[in-house]
Every structure is written in structure tokens, then in C-alpha cells.
């Protein structure tokens, strides 16, 4: 009962709260911009650094037949290909679920402004007469092995 008053009040409090952000109302948005940019650029040199290093590592590995090396070096390649997509995909991934996120409402004053379900299944029974048993069709029980 106080549990639900309590989250009765909270969700009354969150539904007053309006986030929407704004890049004209912080300050020093620029500088962190900037600062963002610059890391990203120096990811995308280290990504390149970790293709180009783990490719080595992997020739050499391969033709000294050192199976460590080699391993370490495909590990090393497919490390820098995943920093380099995380760099190129870090933005639209995180503009994606702001974009979500904000299309979420509360609007739990209203029970009627729910969304139907995405998926509605339906089960309409075969008529009686539709059903038709086949006399080649022999339904016995599993006989027992043991």
C-alpha cells in the first residue's frame, strides 16, 4: 500500500519532468564537442595502428609458424575493424535511442491512449461439419517395449 502511494507520487513527479536537449543552453558544449572529435580521431588512428600491427603480427605468425602470434595478430585485426565500426557507429546508435526514448510517453491518465499490440493472434475453430475422420487413419495407443 505504501509501495504504491510512493510510486503513485513518483510517477506523478516524472511525468512534470521534460528533457529535451538543447546545445544553445550549456555552456562549453562547443569545447566538449571538440574534445569528443578529437578522441574520435585519435580512435580511428589507433584502429588503423591495430589493422596495420595485427596484419604484421599475423604474416609473421603464419610464415615462422608461431600459432600464437598468428592468433594474437587475426585477434589484433579484428579488434581494430570493431574500433573503427564502433567510431563510424557510435553517433547514429546513440541518436537512435535518444530519438526512442523521446517518442516514449506516460500518459497514464488516460487508460484509453494505450497501443494496441504489435502482434494479435487469432483462433477461429474449424465448423463441426468441416472436421472429417478418416477410417485409413489408425489411432492406437504406443505400445510399451519393456
Known amino acids: 500500500m ?44 589507433a584502429a588503423v595502428a591495430a589493422v596495420l600491427l595485427g596484419g604484421i603480427a599475423w604474416a609473421l605468425g603464419e610464415r615462422m609458424g608461431l600459432d600464437r602470434a598468428s592468433a594474437v595478430g587475426k585477434s589484433g585485426v579484428l579488434a581494430g575493424f570493431g574500433l573503427a565500426f564502433l567510431v563510424g557507429a557510435a553517433a547514429a ?34 465448423p463441426a461439419d468441416d472436421i472429417v475422420d478418416d477410417p485409413d487413419v489408425v489411432h492406437e495407443l504406443p505400445s510399451s517395449a519393456f
Open 2 to 45: 505504501i509501495v504504491d502511494a510512493a510510486a503513485a507520487s513518483a510517477a506523478v513527479i516524472l511525468a512534470a519532468v521534460d528533457v529535451t536537449p538543447d546545445n544553445s543552453k550549456a555552456p562549453g558544449i562547443n569545447a566538449l564537442q571538440d574534445l569528443v572529435n578529437g578522441l574520435a580521431a585519435y580512435a580511428v588512428v
Open 93 to 126: 546508435f546513440v541518436n537512435f535511442f535518444l530519438a526512442t526514448g523521446a517518442s516514449a510517453t506516460n500518459d497514464s491518465d488516460d487508460a484509453n491512449s494505450m497501443r494496441p499490440p504489435a502482434v494479435v493472434q487469432t483462433f477461429t475453430p474449424a
